[in-house]
């Protein structure tokens, strides 16, 4: 079958790791008879350097007629740096996740039993862990308004605002994969304090009554923080409104120590976008030396949920492991003998192919 891939490589280290991406694609086509065809386009900083826009609206429409997006990471710190700047990158990131209806960030988290002494945790407590985390990507305080300043300048306000539906749609997509797992979903809110996840606990009472196999708790934001660390063993399946789940996954993200081989998926209304979780990584920009598994490991999500393709899915996850085993890694896992992004990526695609 023919598969239509819209790639946004986005900035600093985004294009050497899509390469190798795109590299594991080819293999996995080639292995399993698959056709891709990629199409770029422009997002983030680089966007906005060519066309004024950090996403603009050719990128958009190449991201809705594709079956699925491979993108990079955006970010500069040319932006960074300056608070004044009218246009920044992440907007084109905020206006994706709106435009293509990004309502759910996916992110899994679990250990790999040869890198578990880089976690900043004891053995102990990371032995094991599998987490898969949930956010829901397109509501709450980052969309809500009213959202600005007060005419004399020294008060401004942000609104988180939350319908029905859509604690709906992305509790629901929770109680899915629970499902498939051991059944059981956290959900994540601080209904002591907000009106929101009070409608977040509410709504969500009322999903878990159609799964009647899957135990739901709720738990307070803080203590979930708190847990995280504690005890992260206790965690399967965690949705949670949008800001809570930026902090709290990238919390979780760390578990593992590794923070370069973890992917995500933003499951969306008109096609999903598959990325690694790390960013742009200026400094390592043009370097060949950044982990290219997040985004491998994103290729195999986007395997699995937008082509649905689960061998191709598990032969690129059991390669990466390989390559893990066979301490073929960046230097990020292996400052002695570090390999370079693309032999990296240009390994996992020959075991693809020699699989
Ligand atoms: C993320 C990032 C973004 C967010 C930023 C870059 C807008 O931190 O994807 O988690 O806050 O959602
Ligand atoms: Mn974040």
């Given at each position: 079958?023919?598969?239509?891939?819209?790639?946004?490589?986005?900035?600093?280290?985004?294009?050497?790791i899509i390469e190798q991406a795109k590299k594991v694609i080819r293999a996995a086509?080639?292995?399993?008879?698959?056709?891709?065809?990629?199409?770029?386009?422009?997002?983030?900083a680089i966007a906005i350097d060519t066309t004024g826009n950090p996403l603009p609206e050719e990128t958009l429409d190449l991201c809705k007629n594709s079956d699925a997006v491979?993108?990079?990471?955006?970010?500069?710190?040319?932006?960074?740096?300056?608070?004044?700047?009218?246009v920044r990158p992440e907007q084109g990131l905020l206006a994706m996740r709106k435009e293509l209806g990004l309502y759910a960030n996916v992110r899994p988290v679990s250990t790999f039993q040869s890198l578990i002494d880089k976690s900043p945790l004891k053995k102990e407590i990371v032995q094991g862990v599998d987490i898969l985390m949930i956010r829901e990507l397109t509501g709450g305080i980052y969309f809500g308004k009213p959202q600005g300043r007060s005419e004399d300048g020294n008060t401004a306000y942000?609104?988180?605002?939350?319908?029905?539906?859509?604690?709906?749609?992305?509790?629901?997509?929770?109680?899915?994969?629970?499902?498939?797992r051991s059944k059981k979903v956290t959900v994540v809110d601080k209904a002591n304090v907000l009106a929101t996840s009070r409608l977040w606990r509410e709504t969500a009472t009322a999903i878990a009554k159609e799964y009647s196999e899957i135990t739901m708790d709720f738990m307070f934001v803080d203590n979930a923080a708190m847990q995280l660390i504690q005890w992260p063993g206790r965690f399967d399946v965690i949705v949670t409104e949008n800001m809570?789940?930026?902090i709290l996954s990238d919390e979780a993200s760390v578990l593992t120590g590794s923070l370069g081989l973890l992917?995500?998926?933003?499951?969306?209304l008109f096609t999903s976008v598959f990325e690694p979780i790390h960013g742009s990584y200026p400094q390592a920009a043009g370097k060949n030396i950044a982990n290219p598994l997040g985004t491998i490991l994103s290729v195999a999500m986007m395997f699995d949920l937008a082509?649905?393709?689960?061998?191709?899915?598990?032969?690129?996850?059991?390669?990466?492991e390989k390559s893990i085993e066979a301490d073929f890694?960046?230097?990020d896992l292996n400052r002695a003998n570090p390999r370079s992004t693309s032999q990296v990526g240009e390994w996992i695609a020959d075991y693809i192919l020699k699989s």
């Open positions: 079958m023919d598969f239509k891939i819209a790639v946004l490589s986005g900035d600093g280290i985004g294009p050497e086509g080639k292995r399993y008879n698959h056709s891709f065809i990629f199409t770029h386009g422009l997002v983030g491979l993108f990079g990471a955006i970010g500069d710190p040319k932006y960074d740096n300056n608070p004044s700047a009218k942000d609104s988180c605002v939350y319908s029905k539906y859509e604690v709906e749609r992305v509790v629901r997509l929770a109680c899915e994969y629970a499902m498939k809570f789940g930026d992917p995500s998926a933003s499951v969306g082509f649905k393709l689960k061998n191709e899915a598990d032969a690129i996850r059991s390669a990466v890694v960046t230097e």
